[in-house]
Each structure stands twice: as C-alpha cells, then as structure tokens.
T-cell receptor
Framework: GDSVTQMEGPVTLSEEAFLTINCTYTATGYPSLFWYVQYPGEGLQLLLKATKADDKGSNKGFEATYRKETTSFHLEKGSVQVSDSAVYFCALKTSYDKVIFGPGTSLSVIP | DGGITQSPKYLFRKEGQNVTLSCEQNLNHDAMYWYRQDPGQGLRLIYYSQIVNDFQKGDIAEGYSVSREKKESFPLTVTSAQKNPTAFYLC????????????FGPGTRLTVT
C-alpha cells in the first residue's frame, strides 16, 4: 500500500542553520504531496504542497520539490528561526485513497 | 474568522465512561475527518464524512462512533469499548470530498484513568 517515510528526529539546529528533512514515498499512481507543520499543543497546518512531478511548493521560506524519479519530497529552508521549532509531517494523497501521513519529524531550533 | 473549533482542549474521564468530543467548522466544507495522534506516531484516521448524513470508517474505527447531522458538526464519541483511549484527537475538514487539502482544529487531549 501507499506509504510515507520521513527521517527520524528529533532534529536540533542552531538559529540560521540550513534545514533539510527527508521524505520519500511509495504510491500507486501519481499522488499529490504535502508538508504539514504542527506547533506545540496545536493542530496541523498545511505548509506547502505539490501536485505533479517537478512542481516546487514554497511557503514561509520553506521549499520542497516533487521528484518522481527518486520518489522524494524533501523539505528545505535556508535559515531556520527559533519560531520554526515544531513537528513536520510529510503526506501524500492519491485520487482513490485517504491522505497518508508520515510519522513526523520534530525540529528544535536553539538560539 | 473561519476555522475549526474543537472543545474542550483537555478532557479527563474515568475508565468505562463514554465521552463525546466536539468538532465544529464554519468553512462550509463538505468533508470532515477525525484523527488520532499518539506520541511519536503519525496521524491515524478514525472516521470521515464526505457529506451530511453519511460517514465511513477509517483505519482504527473500533471503539469509536460519529454522527454527521449537520454540515458544520462532526462529533466523535469514544466508547468504553476503546481499549486505549488516551490520546490527542484532531478534527479536520476539506473543501472537496476527496480531502486533498485539509484544515485542522486545535485538537482535544483526552486522558482516561
């Protein structure tokens, strides 16, 4: 079945460091891909999305490119801030099935 | 402001009691969802509803029940049959019936002792 794999956390970075959170997927067909963010004690918020191969989603300085050849959707940010500390979920959705969420990657940014 | 409201934020119950979690949305979305989140795990789908008066079981529906009598409301009942009910429960909605882009409420943390 469809699945999403994320790098294990927690990830701890210093402020202004470069961030990469790896996400790979297995899916039948051509899924849409998403990154959601969950701040402490809150629900999830959609951060960015990409609906077809080679699309780049971007928001709030975060970017991710839909790579069909490597079945990946890695999240990147050039300079993280303390306020980026949260749990990040990679997710996919195909036309015939529910949204599949990865296990989440916890990010802590220290000043 | 449009959004999804879940109440209460924290809920405590004794084992053997049924408890109902509230979820209301004023986004005029057709579809609504209930997820369970446990520490270190992703979200697991409990129930979803694509339209009023209709709902479907998700991956872990045993011990839970829902209703969808109004478009705005999708309450979840955690019954005494749920073996391990302590968790963080998230309600979501999507503008389309297929759930491509979901909007989440703030969650309810249920503790059963």
């Amino acid at each position: 079945g469809d699945s999403v794999t994320q790098m294990e956390g927690p990830v701890t970075l210093s402020e202004e460091a470069f961030l990469t959170i790896n996400c790979t997927y297995t899916a039948t067909g051509y899924p849409s891909l998403f990154w959601y963010v969950q701040y402490p004690g809150e629900g999830l918020q959609l951060l960015l999305k990409a609906t077809k191969a080679d699309d780049k989603g971007s928001n709030k300085g975060f970017e991710a490119t839909y790579r069909k050849e490597t079945t990946s959707f890695h999240l990147e940010k050039g300079s993280v801030q303390v306020s980026d500390s949260a749990v990040y979920f990679c997710a996919l959705k195909t036309s015939y099935d529910k949204v599949i969420f990865g296990p989440g990657t916890s990010l802590s940014v220290i000043p | 402001d449009g959004g999804i409201t879940q109440s209460p934020k924290y809920l405590f119950r004794k084992e053997g009691q049924n408890v109902t979690l509230s979820c209301e949305q004023n986004l005029n979305h057709d579809a609504m969802y209930w997820y369970r989140q446990d520490p270190g795990q992703g979200l697991r789908l409990i129930y979803y509803s694509q339209i009023v008066n209709d709902f479907q079981k998700g991956d872990i529906a045993e011990g839970y029940s829902v209703s969808r009598e109004k478009k705005e409301s999708f309450p979840l009942t955690v019954t005494s049959a749920q073996k391990n009910p302590t968790a963080f429960y998230l309600c979501a909605s999507s503008i389309d019936q297929w759930g491509y882009e979901q909007y989440f409420g703030p969650g309810t943390r249920l503790t059963v002792t």
